[in-house]
């Protein structure tokens, strides 16, 4: 099924125009600044909570493998005795 949303194809440089014109109508010239500013710390933080998670399951990983190779080697150690 096809995303209506990508039915019309990429946003170009009218299209960009248009929107920024209803926001700054919408908005008013005062607060755009003020939009843009929250609209970066928020992408700053969603960004910084991606890669938390990322480190947090490359950790989750990483803990694994070194319980798995702990238990290679005890059975390894076994098989020896």
């Known amino acids: 099924m096809i995303n209506p949303i990508l039915a019309f194809g990429p946003l170009g440089g009218p299209e960009i125009a248009l929107i920024f014109?209803?926001?700054l109508l919408l908005f008013g010239a005062k607060k755009l600044p003020e939009l843009a500013r929250g609209i970066g710390k928020s992408v700053g933080e969603f960004r910084k909570a991606r890669e938390e998670?990322?480190?947090e399951i490359r950790k989750g990983g990483e803990d694994i493998?070194?319980?798995e190779a702990k238990g290679k080697q005890a059975r390894k150690d076994g098989e020896d005795s």
């Open 21 to 23: 014109l209803v926001m």
């Open 53 to 55: 998670f990322e480190d």
């Open 65 to 67: 493998d070194i319980q």
